[in-house]
Nanobody, 126 residues
Framework: QLQLVESGGGLVQAGDSLRLSCAAS????????VGWFRQAPGKEREFVAA????????SYANSVKGRCTISKANAENTVYLQMNSLKPEDTGIYYC???????????????????WGQGTQVTVSS
């Protein structure tokens, strides 16, 4: 069974950078789409970015486009989310998720993902 472990969150100031990691164990990401979602207190979970392991197609939320980069490390079976120029509104719990057979137009939809990690907290102070 594929297990996901997120890491790299923390408390930073506005303008700082963070790199989140999503490591897989049990199985490889080889046939999956891997997505990052976040949830702020009192708000619904929202899409941040996603990458198809095969082919490397990516998708980003408009709110992070130009500031975030999602990438994969095949040998490490890990997906990274590099976040730059962080803003207080980026605060939330960041979750990594995987989905099989996710079509490109569905990459931003939480319902396309069936396996979720426990999340890592990102707090951006102003």
């Amino acid at each position: 069974q594929l297990q996901l472990v997120e890491s790299g969150g923390g408390l930073v100031q506005a303008g700082d950078s963070l790199r989140l990691s999503c490591a897989a164990s049990g199985r490889t990401f080889r046939t999956y789409t891997v997505g990052w979602f976040r949830q702020a207190p009192g708000k619904e979970r929202e899409f941040v970015a996603a990458i198809r392991w095969s082919g490397g197609a990516t998708s980003y939320a408009n709110s992070v486009k130009g500031r975030c980069t999602i990438s994969k490390a095949n040998a490490e079976n890990t997906v990274y989310l590099q976040m730059n120029s962080l803003k207080p509104e980026d605060t939330g719990i960041y979750y990594c998720a995987t989905g099989a057979g996710v079509i490109i137009s569905s990459m931003s939809m939480a319902r396309a993902y069936t396996n979720w990690g426990q999340g890592t907290q990102v707090t951006v102070s102003s």
